[in-house]
Structure formats: structure tokens, C-alpha cells
């Protein structure tokens, strides 16, 4: 199918080749690549909102985001909030290794990988999957394949109960647990919730990930940017009936929120009638000798938690779940029948299995001990080939933040060193939602890359912080 799109505030035209199903962002973002390649999109040029073009091209507003966030990524493109999204000032630059990677083919992999988010999906505990699975369809039911309840299976829900409550403190039942596809439908059915009662803002930390944002304003409702500092979250600036934060490890930053600022969130909360919405997304991977408990165990009537399988095991099997009050049960449950009646049975069987027989728990402590051996490298590299940069955040997750001197190279030309050995990793900059200035610094992934090309990557990384911090 071919697809037109004219913007009246740019005269703009992308003739985009769209598959029926898979591929769409991909060939968006080639699109849009080549329009800053030959110069009708200019630098500095501003895009239409991502509404306007999914709209125009009949895309899903969400493949329209990952289209832009990866055009940020590569330095193509900057956002800031209350401007929109502009083509970046100096775009020539990066566009020799931008066509590099456009030449492969939409979904070309760079050479490496250090991008946040992702786990080393090579830990994926195959056997054991096997395994439960075929226990699985030897003992259950043929009803258990049936519809079921949007909640979730209650065998899955028991099992989550017990094992929240044993690891990150989290005081809940059964009853009030709802199974998700990932976080971000969580949110979404939260998001949902919150804009049918009247909230019309929520607050969220600057920076963040984008696309919370993004799922907040789909809702209807207004992100209301909040600092963060390094002790976490600024709770004298929130506003609005509903905040999203990251406490453990906040996302990028990394900071933890520290206990003074737990209560403080939770006194806002009270006064203000409010909701925390809690992202514990990797909360299972914490290094220092005393681990925190998730902030939900101070007011479990008033925080809304979200865990997720997409860092312990892998992002493709869409497990997550929200503990929520007694009295948001019935409204996100009635969200979750609509979204899609409910998860995928089997996997939540096959998962239940794990976490009944330890599995998961010895799983955890395997990845625990991979990742923090991968951190400590990390740190040991930086330390011997860019003495002048840090790390920050360190203490938990899969991800940290290299963070340097305002006097020292600018972020994109960090960025484009990284570029030249063909290494795919984000600057900070791409996550704020208020305008700068703002400091510079890399949000290192070290959990992607499969155990032989973590080596690789690493000695990628090093050579483009050699060549910008030594000359």
C-alpha cells in the first residue's frame, strides 16, 4: 500500500511503501531520513505532531512515536517540550552513518549494541520454559484455554501475591492484581481510568521515557514535568490527581528516591487525594548489600504498582502486572476486558509454573550476578579510557548514565563518534520533556549485547570517548 502525506505548515511529502502488518516504522523512519538527506526537511524544520501524521498516513499512533524516537536517537532529531519535534541543527553529520545503516535494510542492527531497556535476551532460561510448558499442557485443564477472567489466571495472581510480597515488600492480594501486556498497556488502562474520574493532569519525571508521556497524553490528559535531582524526584513541584515515578533506579538518571522523599510523596498523595502510579521495572536488580523494598508498602491505598518480565526474562512475552487499591480493581478491570479481554493464557500458566517451583528465583540471581559483572566492567573501562566522565545510577538495573563537565564535549559529538564505530547508544537528551539547556551525558545499556559481543561493544564504546575526551 502506498500512502501520501501532505503537511500544509511544511509542504512536506512522504511517499511511504507501508506493509500490511510488520515493518511500518521502519519504513517511516527511512522516509523521514531521506527527506532530511536531501534537504527538504532542513535543519531545524519542525514536524507535525505524531497524531497529525498517523492520522495522514493511517498508522497506529504508537508506530508513528517509535518512528520519531529512533530518528532522536540517531541525532537526526531533537524534541523539546512545548516546541514539538525539529530536525536537529547540524544533520549532515550523522547522515554518513545514518545511510551505513539505512543501506542494510529497514531493521539493519548497528555493528553494536548499548542501548537501555533491553536485557541479554541469550539468559532466556529456554530449558526451564520447555519444560514448564510441557508440564503445563500435560496437567491443565482444556478450560484453562479458554476465555478467562481480565484480571488474570487466580493461579498466576496467587503466585504473584506471594512472590511481591516475599522480594519487593509489596502489600497486596490476589484479588487485586491485574495481568497486562507490559507496562505500557498498564499505563495506558491507568492513564484511561484517571482521565474518566476527571484527573486532568499528571505529573511525570523529567526526564523520562518518552512514550510515558506520550501514553499520558493519548489519554487526554496533561504530563505536568517534574524534576529530578540526585536524590530522585522533586515532591514540592508535583501537580495534578496522579504522578508516574521510577523510585528504584528513576529512568535515566538513575537516582534512587531517597527516604525523606518517599514520605514526602506520600504526603502529597494524601493531601492532594492523588495516586502514585510505581514503575518498579527493574527492581529485581539491585547490587549494593541492602536491596530497597518497592515505595508501595507505605501506602498500598494509595500507590498503583507495575512490574514486568521484560527485564528478568524477555520483552516478546508481554507480562506485566499492576497491585492497585481495592477501589481501582473494578475500573481496570473493566479497562483490561475492553483493551483485549485478557493475556495470553498459557504464558501466564508457564510463568505461574516458574514461580512456584523457584525458578525465577534462581533465574534472578543468575541474571543479578551477569549484570553486575557486566557493570563493573563498564566502570573499569570508563575509569582507564575517559577518566573525565562518571557513572551515575550504577547501583541497580541494566542501565547507567555516563555523565561529564558542561565544558567538556558536547553530547552529539559523543554521539557521533559512537556513530563512526557503528554503536548504537542514546544521549540524555533525548528524554527530557522541558527545554534546556540541559546537561550532557550517554544512557549506557550493558544489558543487550549477548555475552561473546560484550567485549565488542565495550571497545567500541571506548574508542569514541577516547577520540572526544582525548583528542
Known amino acids: 500500500m502506498t500512502a501520501e502525506s501532505r503537511v500544509r505548515s511544511l509542504d512536506l511529502q512522504l511517499d511511504v511503501k507501508l506493509p500490511h502488518r510488520r515493518g511500518r516504522s521502519d519504513q517511516l523512519t527511512t522516509a523521514l531520513r531521506k527527506a532530511i538527506e536531501s534537504g527538504r526537511l532542513p535543519p531545524g524544520a519542525r514536524l507535525p505532531s505524531t497524531r497529525g501524521v498517523a492520522s495522514d498516513l493511517g498508522l497506529a499512533r504508537g508506530t508513528v512515536i517509535s518512528a520519531y524516537h529512533r530518528l ?51 539468559l532466556f532460561p529456554r530449558g526451564a520454559w520447555a519444560r514448564a510448558t510441557q508440564r503445563v499442557l500435560t496437567e491443565a485443564p482444556a478450560g484453562a484455554l479458554d476465555y478467562g477472567d481480565p484480571r488474570g489466571q487466580p493461579e498466576l495472581r496467587r503466585a504473584l501475591a506471594d512472590y511481591l510480597g516475599r522480594t519487593r515488600g509489596v502489600v497486596t492480594h490476589p484479588d487485586r492484581i491485574i495481568v497486562c501486556h507490559g507496562f505500557t498497556q498498564a499505563l495506558g488502562l491507568v492513564a484511561g481510568v484517571l482521565a474518566e474520574q476527571g484527573v486532568g493532569t499528571v505529573s511525570v519525571e523529567d526526564p523520562c521515557y518518552p512514550l510515558f508521556r506520550e501514553v499520558v497524553r493519548l489519554a487526554g490528559l496533561r504530563a505536568h514535568p517534574v524534576g529530578v535531582d540526585e536524590r530522585g524526584l522533586l515532591p514540592s513541584r508535583l501537580r495534578g490527581g496522579a504522578v508516574v515515578v521510577t523510585p528504584i533506579h528513576q529512568y535515566p538518571l538513575g537516582a534512587a528516591l531517597a527516604g525523606d522523599r518517599r514520605r514526602e510523596l ?22 549494593g548489600r541492602r ?74 540471581r543468575k541474571c543479578r550476578d551477569h549484570y553486575r559483572e557486566r557493570r563493573d566492567r563498564l566502570g573499569a573501562m570508563l575509569a582507564r579510557e575517559a577518566p573525565a566522565a562518571r557513572l551515575v545510577g550504577e547501583d541497580a538495573g541494566l542501565h547507567t548514565l555516563v555523565r561529564w563537565d558542561a565544558d567538556g564535549p558536547a553530547e552529539r559529538e559523543v554521539l557521533l563518534a559512537a556513530r563512526r564505530e557503528s554503536l548504537a547508544v542514546t544521549g540524555l537528551s533525548a528524554y527530557w520533556g522541558t527545554t534546556g539547556p540541559h546537561p550532557p551525558g550517554l544512557v549506557v545499556g550493558y544489558g543487550s549485547p549477548p555475552q561473546h559481543g560484550y567485549a565488542g561493544a565495550l571497545g567500541a564504546l571506548a574508542r569514541a570517548l577516547r577520540r572526544c575526551f582525548t583528542g
Do not use: N
Open 291 to 364: 536491596r530497597v523494598g518497592a515505595l508501595q508498602a507505605l501506602a498500598p491505598h494509595r500507590v498503583l504498582y507495575a512490574g514486568t518480565t521484560s527485564k528478568t526474562l524477555a520483552p516478546g512475552l508481554r507480562l506485566a502486572w499492576l497491585a492497585v487499591p481495592p477501589e481501582w480493581v473494578e475500573p481496570i478491570t473493566a479497562a483490561k476486558r475492553i483493551a483485549d479481554q485478557h493475556s495470553a493464557a498459557l504464558t501466564q500458566m508457564v510463568f505461574t509454573d516458574l514461580l512456584r517451583s523457584g525458578t525465577y528465583d534462581r533465574h534472578i
Open 266 to 287: 506520600v504526603a502529597w498523595a494524601e493531601k492532594a487525594g492523588a495516586v502514585i502510579v510505581e514503575d518498579d521495572y527493574d527492581g529485581e536488580f539491585q547490587y
Open 72 to 122: 532522536v536517537a540517531e541525532g537526526l532529531l531533537e524534541t523539546a517540550h512545548g516546541s514539538g519535534t525539529r530536525v536537529a541543527a547540524d544533520p549532515p553529520r550523522v547522515l554518513a552513518s545514518a545511510r551505513r545503516q539505512a543501506a542494510a535494510g529497514p531493521g539493519a542492527a548497528w555493528r553494536w549494541d548499548l542501548r537501555p531497556g533491553l536485557p541479554d535476551i541469550t
